[in-house]
Structures are given as C-alpha cells and as structure tokens.
C-alpha cells in the first residue's frame, strides 16, 4: 500500500507518499482510494509492473557496486600539480566563495534527477530537496572531498558508510571541467578512503538516462545490480492513470 512520506511532504508542502512495487500490483481498488487522499506518489518497482499499472515514467534509477582492487589504490596520480583533492570540512566556516561553488556543484550533480526531470515539478521542489540534502550531508558529518586548482573549486563527492560498504551521495565536476581526469581522481580518492577503513566495496545511485555517469561508473569498473523504474502519479490530475 501507499507509505505517507512526512519529510517530502514537509519540504514541498504538499502530501507526499511512495507505492513500492515488488513483485504484483494487488488490491488496485484500495490503492486507489487511498490514492486520493496524497498529491504526489513516488512509484517505484521493476520496470514491467510499473509499466503494467499505466504510469508514465519519469525515470530508472540504477544501483552499482564496484569491488576495490589493488589497482584502485596505487593509480598514478596524474596533474597532481595542476588538481589538489583535500578533505573538506564542509560543516564548518567556508568563504562566501566555498559556499556559492559549493551550492552550484550540488545542484549540478542533479541535474538529472527525477525533481529535475518532472515538468509538472515546478514548485523549487529540485532545488529544496538537494539543497535539504547537502544540510544534511554536513550535518551527519558524512566525509567531503574537494578539487581544486588554485583556490577555484571544480569539483566535489561526497560518501559515508552503509551497510557495509561505501557509499557516494553527491558527486560532480563543473560543466567546463568534465573530461579532464577530475572526476577520476576524486572517485579514486574515496576508493582509497574507504578501503583504509577497513571496507572492500563501494555503491551508488544514477539515472540510466544520464550517459555520461553510466560510462563514467561502467569503465571504473562498477557493475549495475538493479534497475528501479520511478514514475510520479498525481491521483487528481484528469491525464492520471485509470489503473485497475
């Protein structure tokens, strides 16, 4: 059934759940009065069901996982007069220069989210939602590393660890600066990392749509492990999907 999510609901100001799909779509009939009673309703499951129940996708999200090898940790560091990676300490004072850098590179890394995507979003619920989540990242103290050349911040990842492994939250390079290595030399940053505390993998999130990332993730030698098909149903909206 339909899970009310309190914190979406509070950020965007309207009610807010989620109708995870995991294996049919049962009791359409109580879905869909209970449906009535949210705004917006995050569809998520294998493609087929999702498609099966006649929501319009916004998106597919797709997790990797990568295995750190011996040869994640001795990579040449190439430029490393030109690129400085530093950890960031991103829940203390930064410049007024940090903090505007720092504020486009997270809305940067998603500019292909589904918040993004969604034409019907018009409500700053992309913005609210990643800025929300980069005050969280700093408030939960999750580790931040930066690349810089000279004192100009080009790029950004964010990890912590979860169950088990790493994970990557938020990563981006500046438009201008994308195929220039930063983007390698910040990923094998964090592999470094977590492999000193003591873990062996690393996961994260992307949308399939966004080719850039999908090679980027696929030649660092991740491997997908799941697709989830995303779909926003809208239940008062006349177009909204007469599922049964």
Do not use: C
């Not at 990676?85 to 930064?94: D, H, I, N, P, R």
């Amino acid at each position: 059934m339909i899970q009310f999510l309190p914190f979406d609901t509070a950020l965007f100001g309207y009610r807010v759940g989620k109708l995870q799909l995991d294996k049919a779509i049962a009791k359409m009939e109580a879905i869909k009065d209970q449906a009535s009673t949210f705004d917006l309703i995050y569809v998520m499951g294998k493609p087929g069901l999702v498609k099966m129940g006649g929501w319009s996708p916004i998106s597919t999200r797709v997790d990797w996982v990568k295995i750190i090898q011996k040869t994640d940790l001795d990579s040449p560091d190439e430029n490393q007069d030109i690129i400085q990676l530093s950890e960031q300490e991103a829940s203390g004072a930064l410049s007024l220069t940090d903090q505007e850098q720092l504020r486009e590179l997270v809305l940067s890394s998603g500019q292909w989210s589904r918040f993004r995507q969604d034409p019907l979003l018009a409500n700053q619920e992309y913005e609210k939602l990643y800025s929300t989540w980069w005050e969280t990242i700093k408030a939960q103290k999750h580790r931040v590393i930066v690349g810089r050349k000279g004192g100009d911040l080009l790029g950004f990842i964010t990890f912590r660890l979860l169950r088990g492994r790493g994970y990557v939250d938020l990563f981006a390079v500046r438009g201008s600066e994308q195929g220039k290595g930063i983007g390698r030399k910040l990923m094998n940053r964090v592999l470094q990392e977590v492999h000193a505390l003591g873990f062996a993998q690393i996961g994260l999130s992307t949308q399939k749509a966004n080719n850039r990332a999908m090679n980027f993730y696929k030649s660092a030698g991740f491997q997908p492990v799941k697709e989830t098909l995303i779909a926003h149903w809208r239940p008062g909206l006349k177009n909204s999907p007469d599922i049964h």
